[in-house]
Nanobody
Framework: QVQLVESGGGLVQAGGSLRLSCAASYRTFDNYAMGWFRQAPGKDREFVAAITWSGANTYYADSVKGRFTISRDNFKNTMYLQMNSLKPEDTAVYYC?????????????????WGQGTQVTVSS
């Protein structure tokens, strides 16, 4: 059973930073591309960032480019999302996900496994 567990969410003031982590329970972690998505109340789930299995390539939504950084440590079976210069519009539940596909990382249906999510709230 593959499990993804997010942590690191919380309440932060605008302009602050948070670092999210996603711990994976499976040994074949480096076989999967990984992604972060978020969902704000009343809105659809949206792509935030993705990273290929090796970590060589990263992809970002325009809304977070230059502020967020995705990374992974395949030895620790963990992925990270460093979020800087946070804005109130970044408030959402953040989900990590794993995909066995290559490409189209912004498409949520292509991800095989999902975590339960962690709440990020940015106050103005």
């Amino acid at each position: 059973q593959v499990q993804l567990v997010e942590s690191g969410g919380g309440l932060v003031q605008a302009g602050g930073s948070l670092r999210l982590s996603c711990a994976a329970s499976y040994r074949t972690f480096d076989n999967y591309a990984m992604g972060w998505f978020r969902q704000a109340p009343g809105k659809d789930r949206e792509f935030v960032a993705a990273i290929t299995w090796s970590g060589a390539n990263t992809y970002y939504a325009d809304s977070v480019k230059g502020r967020f950084t995705i990374s992974r440590d395949n030895f620790k079976n963990t992925m990270y999302l460093q979020m800087n210069s946070l804005k109130p519009e970044d408030t959402a539940v953040y989900y990590c996900a794993a995909s066995s596909f290559s490409g189209n990382y912004y498409r949520a249906p292509l991800y095989d496994y999902w975590g339960q999510g962690t709440q990020v709230t940015v106050s103005s």
